[in-house]
Nanobody, 116 residues
Framework: QVRFVESGGGLLQPGESLRLSCAAS????????MAWYRQAPGKERERIAT???????TYVESVKDRFTISRNNDNNMVYLQMNSLKPSDTAVYYC??????????WGQGTQVTVSS
């Protein structure tokens, strides 16, 4: 049974850093491509970072050079290191499989709020 538990969110000021974690219950996790998504208030959920099973990563332009996705295949964890946070990064953050659909299972997410 697939489960994702996201954690690490909080209230931060612009310019600060934060690391999100995702505990994944997923068969054959080590070979699955994973992603971090976020949904800002009033907006559609968007995929912001992806990582293959062997660690190759991609990012959307808005977070490139600020965010880093990583994973630990030994304990089924996915991470998102977020630096130089901006108010526009305020959203609920989710992890899931790459190409997860809206109708698929989603965890509860973790709220990140960036405000001065």
């Amino acid at each position: 049974q697939v489960r994702f538990v996201e954690s690490g969110g909080g209230l931060l000021q612009p310019g600060e850093s934060l690391r999100l974690s995702c505990a994944a219950s997923l068969v054959l996790f080590s070979i699955k491509s994973m992603a971090w998504y976020r949904q800002a208030p009033g907006k559609e959920r968007e995929r912001i970072a992806t990582i293959t099973g062997n660690g190759a990563a991609t990012y959307v332009e808005s977070v490139k050079d600020r965010f880093t996705i990583s994973r630990n295949n030994d304990n089924n964890m996915v991470y998102l290191q977020m630096n130089s946070l901006k108010p526009s990064d305020t959203a609920v953050y989710y992890c899931n499989l790459l190409f997860a659909r809206p109708e698929d299972y989603w965890g509860q997410g973790t709220q990140v709020t960036v405000s001065s």
